[in-house]
């Protein structure tokens, strides 16, 4: 936490330095020394989660060495929580108008009911930050893109506000913005007219914390979701579901999703 | 067959003044509503983050789809070489580009960020098929306006016909562009088929044909030029043909979907139980649109009569809005499937049949893209010489048996 | 990156812009802006640099973050806000709505609108102020 926050809270303008920590951290992945080291010893702990250690020097562009993704254990997922959701509000500065049909929402908590067995489950909903993403295949400017880490993303100075991703995403993963927006948080640009959804928190992920949404959860103490590197085969992530069951709603569309639930 | 003389319509009369009035208020009531929208942003209208398409799309894809629709008659008298339709060949283009200008934008106007147009023609995404789109549709205006070149200038008639074909082929793709826009569509299984395009080129020529019949009889009616029953003849009957064949191709496309198991829900939701839109099929699309003109366009009683003949085509365009309205809003009102044998619900609106209200502002847009065309039709014809100044049998029919008295060329007056 | 042709569009413009700065003396008379000071010594680059090419950096920079995930301070946007920040009288950072904005300041002056701040926050800090509900409400009625 320190770290991140003197490189946030800086007043002055530091001429594009970046914490040595970081750069050390990051360079000593791809010299072959296992970050999982630090990894696990953080999970140990509990408290510093919002760290994966592998934080990206500011100045160095993503890889596609990396591909993040998230894993959604439904099990562990609380009855009518929603902490995932506040925090992702408060996180991004998501605002509502009492208009549920048109207000924005980013991440949602759907309740699925087994038709056949009655057996219930609730799991939140989010861009599945795909391999594939038809968003981008439709989108006529190239407003919608994919990292090279895999986060997809809408770059609001190219997007034209005509829906075409919306129509395009399996997920309804997308909101438009349908009134003019005020008191947005500084660092996630918002506005009328464009589309948006779910960043997978890149604000915080360039700074090497993890999403708001998988921070709240393990504070609320039920670690249902876990965020990381699904190339690396030492995250927890990948572990996990190299060994357990897993599954991608609407694997049949072939889209590879980034994020990847199970207890379904 | 006689030499066709084309002449520009007069124009000054008070009615031209009143019809040119009246699309000009409309245009500017839809610009007012245009402003309206994007200064308070969209949640004025009734499009949702669930219904993210509404009435000003179903306007704009139905003018666009229209508009190749409307070339129809230039084509076949250059392409399939039937000299009867050359006269009608340059109305026929000045229609096509002035739907399509209404057409575009009215999709222009409905985007969240109009005023960052200049992004959408600098920034292109090859894959995306919006994107091969705004190039179809640029290359049709400019394909069909030197095609009109080629017909108006006497000294560069010879060239006529490769251009005619060109535009032909260019329209064809044209539409499969834009019946793509929804085929590609794989997460929606209102839309995800590959029969898409094929029944959008069918749609596009009866509507197009549709209008163009309206056009032409409005345009004689009101510049007191003959009309003789042999165009219109030719012309009611090829609409039937094109009504004919979106019925079947419709047909296809639900049977082969009833014949696959994924798409049973989506059906059952458009023919059974879909309240508005399974009323806008049955009764709309299907009766009003389809059976009624089909059998006023053949019946004896009504075929050789005007006045059904234009009824015939209000019908098929209803028909056809209605047609439209089933496929962008039905499609998207329709949940989607995200967990095959769950229940869903979720405060997004996950697993329920989306609400959509149109409101004024919409309408208003969408209807003033049809005012934008006819507004540039009205001056076409007014400016250049687009209009035969007879079409009287005598002229058109070469079998036609001459009467006796002869076709006077008197100057039309509107 | 993307847009170049924007980019050449908002070169003529910032060339006009540092034309009418440059011009200034001759205006007498003339309400000339009151650009407020920054905070620290000196801009991370030359002023004069500043007045024409802002707006490259700030594109350029834009590109490199969005698409490329470079966070490098020296042209961030952010740090633009947070270093030009002009407090009111109850010492709050004022917002672009407020014609004392540092960015207004000189924009209002060459009559060059920008639309940044549609979407960006326009002060430094987490912005709670706004208008809309916080979404939580909107949501618990379903
Ligand atoms: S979930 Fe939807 S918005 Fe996210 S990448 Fe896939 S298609 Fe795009
Ligand atoms: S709304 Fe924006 S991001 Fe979506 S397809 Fe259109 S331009 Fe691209």
Redesign the interface.
Same mark, same amino acid.
């Not at chain 3, 993307?2 to 924007?6: G, M």
């Not at chain 3, 549609?118 to 926050?121: I, V």
């Not at chain 3, 002060?123 to 379903?142: C, E, Y």
């Given at each position: 936490m320190s770290q991140t926050d003197d490189h946030t809270n800086n007043d002055q303008v530091d001429n594009g330095h970046v914490n040595n920590d970081h750069v050390n951290n990051y360079r000593r992945k791809f010299l072959g020394q296992l970050a999982a080291v630090t990894a696990t010893g953080a999970l140990g702990s509990g408290l510093v989660l919002n760290n994966f250690a592998q934080a990206r020097p500011a100045d160095e562009a993503v890889s596609s060495n990396v591909r993040y993704g998230l894993l959604i254990d439904t099990s562990k997922c609380g009855n009518g929580c929603d902490a995932c959701v506040k925090a992702c509000n408060d996180e991004n500065g998501l605002q509502g108008f009492d208009r549920p049909e048109t207000d924005a929402q980013w991440i949602r908590t759907v309740k699925l009911r087994d038709k056949s067995t009655n057996r219930t489950v609730s799991l939140p909903m989010m861009c599945q930050h795909c391999e594939f993403p038809p968003c981008v295949d439709v989108c006529p400017t190239g407003a919608s893109f994919k990292r090279a880490d895999g986060i997809v993303l809408v770059d609001k100075h190219l997007c034209i506000g005509c829906r075409y991703c919306m129509m395009a995403c399996p997920y309804k993963a997308r909101s438009f913005i349908h009134e003019e927006l005020t008191g947005q948080v500084q660092g996630i640009p918002r506005g009328k007219g464009t589309v948006e959804s779910c960043t997978l928190c890149v604000h915080r992920v360039d700074k090497g914390e993890t999403p708001a949404c998988v921070e709240a959860c393990a504070k609320d103490g039920h670690k249902a979701l876990i965020f990381g590197d699904l190339k690396d085969a030492s995250s927890e992530i990948a572990l996990r579901i190299s060994k357990e069951a897993s599954m991608q709603v609407r694997g049949d569309l072939k889209l590879n999703p980034g994020v990847r639930y199970q207890g379904i | 067959m006689a030499k066709i003389h084309y002449r520009e319509i007069e124009g000054n009369s008070i009615n031209y003044y009143i019809l040119l009035g009246f699309f000009a208020v409309i245009i500017a009531i839809a610009l007012a509503a245009t402003y309206y929208m994007e200064h308070n942003g969209h949640h004025v209208t009734g499009m949702t983050n669930q219904i993210v398409w509404g009435v000003p799309h179903v306007f704009a894809v139905f003018l666009i789809v229209a508009a190749s629709g409307a070339l129809n008659v230039a084509s076949i008298a250059s392409v399939f070489g039937k000299t009867a339709y050359k006269p009608l060949a340059p109305l026929s283009g000045l229609v096509a580009i002035a739907l399509l200008m209404g057409g575009l934008s009215v999709l222009v106007l409905d985007l969240g960020r109009p005023d960052r147009l200049i992004v959408a023609m600098t920034n292109y995404n090859f894959k995306s098929i919006f994107a091969w789109n705004i190039f179809l549709y640029n290359g049709f205006l400019v394909i069909v306006g030197v095609y009109l070149w080629m017909m108006m200038e006497h000294r560069m008639n010879k060239y006529s016909k490769a251009v005619g074909f060109a535009a032909f082929t260019w329209r064809l793709i044209l539409t499969t562009g834009t019946g793509s826009i929804f085929g590609f569509l794989v997460a929606r299984q209102s839309y995800d088929a590959a029969i898409m395009a094929p029944m959008f080129i069918l749609m596009s020529f009866s509507f197009g044909m549709a209008i163009f019949i309206l056009i032409l009889m409005g345009s004689y009616a009101g510049t007191g030029r003959p009309l003789g029953t042999a165009v219109l003849s030719r012309l009611k009957n090829l609409l039937g043909v094109f009504v004919a064949a979106v019925l079947l191709i419709v047909a296809i496309f639900h049977l082969t979907n009833l014949y696959a198991t994924e798409h049973h829900g989506f059906e059952q939701f458009i023919l059974l139980n879909g309240g508005i839109y399974t009323f806008l099929f049955w009764g709309v699309q299907i009766l009003l649109g389809s059976l009624i003109p089909l059998f006023l366009l053949y019946s004896p009683a009504t075929r050789e009569s005007a006045l059904w003949i234009t009824i015939s085509c209000v019908l098929v365009i209803t028909g056809g809005l209605a047609q439209m309205y089933g496929i962008i809003i039905g499609g998207q009102a329709f949940p989607l499937n995200m967990f095959p044998g769950f229940e869903v619900s979720s405060s997004f609106f996950d697993g329920v049949v989306n609400h959509y209200s149109p409101s004024m502002p919409e309408i208003a847009l969408g209807v003033g893209g049809v005012a934008i065309a006819l507004i540039m039709v009205t001056i076409g014809i007014k400016v250049l010489r687009f209009l035969p100044l007879s079409l009287d049998d005598a002229i058109v029919d070469p079998h036609y048996k001459p009467a006796t008295e002869e076709t006077a060329e008197s100057e039309a007056t509107a | 990156m993307? #847009?170049?042709?924007?980019t050449n569009i908002t070169g003529i413009r910032t060339a006009l812009l540092s034309l009418m700065l440059f011009c200034l003396p001759a205006f007498a008379g003339v309400p000339t802006p009151d650009i407020p000071k920054g905070?620290?010594d000196k801009c $991370?680059e030359e002023t004069d640099f500043m007045r024409k090419n802002h707006m490259e950096l700030i594109l350029h920079q834009?590109d490199?973050t $969005?698409?490329?995930?470079?966070?490098?301070?020296?042209h961030s946007f952010?740090?633009c806000?947070?270093?030009h920040a002009v407090k009111d009288d109850d010492n709050v950072p004022v /917002?672009f709505k407020n014609p004392k904005h540092f960015c207004n300041s000189c924009h209002t002056f060459a009559a060059v609108k920008i639309d940044c701040f549609?979407?960006? +926050?326009s002060?430094?800090?987490? /912005?709670?102020?706004?208008?809309?509900?916080?979404? /939580? #409400? +909107?949501?618990?009625?379903?």
């Open positions: - | - | 993307q #847009s170049t042709f924007i905070k620290g $991370v834009r490199e $969005v698409h490329r995930g470079i966070r490098t301070k020296k952010k740090e806000i947070n270093c /917002d549609e979407c960006h +926050a002060r430094p800090g987490n /912005d709670k102020r706004g208008h809309g509900k916080t979404n /939580d #409400s +909107a949501m618990s009625k379903h």
